[in-house]
């Protein structure tokens, strides 16, 4: 491959990580919204991450290489899922908030306010 070809791909992986950077900034300023969690966010970029290494070390030329990177990627994910139903089922308490989800609404809507979801 000539030194142009080289340049022009650098440019171009360039260019998507600056799209990839970019989108992480925005989807970062979300968690600052009431009601969005930060948490879920960090998860998505590491996982994002973890998945990203197994899916392009695909394309390492070197056979040890490719395989220490996909296996990492693998590794990884199974971490984060076990970590994530550990917490999940032995440390997350609903909120007694939203026991009553149409009580909570209409505190938020308080004229008019017509709860579709009781069971009946």
Known sequence: MSKRGVYRGHNI???QLGGVLC???????FSFIPFVDWAGHM???FTGFSVGMVIFSIQIESKQYRFL???????????????????LFTEIQPDNELADVCEYYRQIF???YDCACQVQ
Do not use: Q
């Open 13 to 15: 992986h360039m260019e």
């Open 23 to 29: 989108s992480v900034a925005i989807v970062s300023l």
């Open 43 to 45: 998860g998505g970029l």
């Open 69 to 87: 990177w996909g296996a990492l990627g693998v590794i990884l994910i199974g971490l984060y899922m076990s970590y994530s139903f550990y917490f």
């Open 110 to 112: 308080h004229e008019g």
